[in-house]
């Protein structure tokens, strides 16, 4: 419930974050550089959490970094799950030659680090929103993939799929009605979990420069802003990092809690 709590607290702020941040989240103030946050020294009501180095406000950067952080999120699970759900039962449900293509084709991507294979794809295409959430759907796939297929061989020598075979249901309606059906509930924890990972690859990434590029916001790149003033100016760097932990946090408690109510052996 904690967890469902965070979630939906996040989203709310993702959602109305432009009735919600006080100021502008990219238009500087050159006058209100690097103020600390409103109950230490030298700061100011005006200013919950304090600014950056550009004068800008970093609660108002926070509630606009939570939209980006839950857009990519969502949608790069949308894509990574629904090509490696596809592909975990059709490897399952046909096997053989089928089977053995596609594994290789997963084993051929878990070979190489995620990250390393995006950063290289990265560094060929120009980052922007749009190709960071295609290029992290396109290689978390394989995760889905293989636990999918784990289901479906267990699946499709239960009795009720070999009765459908056996009056002659086409595969296609065997795997709509028979097979997928019966996978969601670990479809659906995965990809909760899934979530979390891929809101920290993002923030990974653009901390390294290479994912969400400014003037957009998001909670990597205010940590790259804020690496060089830790010493000095904490604020800059250390509520980002609290906002991360926080949510995904939240993500996991909540996959951990759907995992429980849908797992029927529970």
Same mark, same amino acid.
């Given at each position: 419930?904690?967890?469902?709590?965070?979630?939906?607290?996040?989203?709310?702020?993702?959602?109305?974050?432009?009735?919600? *941040?006080?100021?502008?989240?990219?238009?500087?103030?050159?006058?209100?550089?690097?103020?600390?946050?409103?109950?230490?020294?030298?700061?100011?009501?005006?200013?919950?959490?304090?600014?950056?180095?550009?004068?800008?406000?970093?609660?108002?950067?926070?509630?606009?970094?939570?939209?980006?952080?839950?857009?990519?999120?969502? @949608?790069?699970?949308?894509?990574?799950?629904?090509?490696? @759900?596809?592909?975990?039962?059709?490897? *399952?449900?046909?096997?053989?030659?089928?089977?053995?293509?596609?594994?290789?084709?997963?084993? *051929?991507?878990?070979?190489?680090?995620?990250?390393?294979?995006?950063?290289?794809?990265?560094?060929?295409?120009?980052?922007?929103?749009?190709?960071?959430?295609?290029?992290?759907?396109?290689?978390?796939?394989?995760?889905?993939?293989?636990?999918?297929?784990?289901?479906?061989?267990?699946?499709?020598?239960?009795?009720?799929?070999? *009765?459908?075979?056996?009056?002659?249901?086409?595969?296609?309606?065997?795997?709509?009605?028979? @097979?997928?059906?019966?996978?969601?509930?670990?479809?659906?924890?995965?990809?909760?979990?899934?979530?979390?990972?891929?809101?920290?690859?993002?923030?990974?990434?653009?901390?390294?420069?290479?994912?969400?590029?400014?003037?957009?916001?998001?909670?990597?790149?205010?940590?790259?802003?804020?690496?060089?003033?830790?010493?000095?100016?904490?604020?800059?760097?250390?509520?980002?990092?609290?906002?991360?932990?926080?949510?995904?946090?939240?993500?996991?408690?909540?996959?951990?809690?759907?995992?429980?109510?849908?797992?029927?052996?529970?």
């Amino acid at each position: 419930m904690v967890g469902l709590f965070i979630l939906i607290s996040v989203t709310l702020i993702a959602i109305f974050a432009d009735f919600i *941040a006080p100021y502008s989240p990219t238009e500087p103030q050159l006058s209100d550089i690097l103020v600390p946050p409103s109950w230490q020294e030298g700061g100011t009501s005006a200013y919950l959490l304090g600014t950056d180095n550009l004068g800008r406000d970093v609660f108002s950067r926070l509630i606009y970094g939570t939209r980006v952080s839950l857009i990519v999120g969502v @949608l790069s699970v949308v894509v990574a799950g629904f090509i490696g @759900l596809i592909i975990g039962v059709v490897s *399952a449900y046909f096997g053989k030659w089928v089977d053995q293509i596609l594994m290789r084709i997963v084993d *051929a991507f878990l070979s190489i680090p995620s990250i390393l294979f995006i950063m290289v794809i990265l560094t060929i295409f120009s980052p922007s929103l749009t190709v960071l959430i295609i290029v992290i759907g396109l290689t978390t796939w394989v995760n889905y993939a293989r636990i999918i297929r784990g289901e479906v061989l267990s699946l499709k020598e239960r009795e009720f799929v070999k *009765a459908s075979q056996t009056i002659g249901t086409s595969h296609l309606t065997i795997i709509r009605k028979n @097979l997928i059906p019966n996978v969601m509930s670990t479809f659906i924890v995965i990809s909760t979990l899934s979530v979390a990972t891929t809101i920290i690859l993002e923030a990974s990434l653009s901390f390294l420069g290479l994912g969400i590029q400014p003037p957009d916001i998001s909670w990597g790149g205010m940590l790259n802003d804020g690496r060089d003033y830790l010493a000095t100016h904490w604020w800059m760097g250390t509520f980002p990092g609290i906002a991360i932990t926080i949510t995904v946090l939240g993500i996991i408690f909540l996959g951990d809690w759907l995992r429980d109510v849908l797992d029927p052996r529970l």
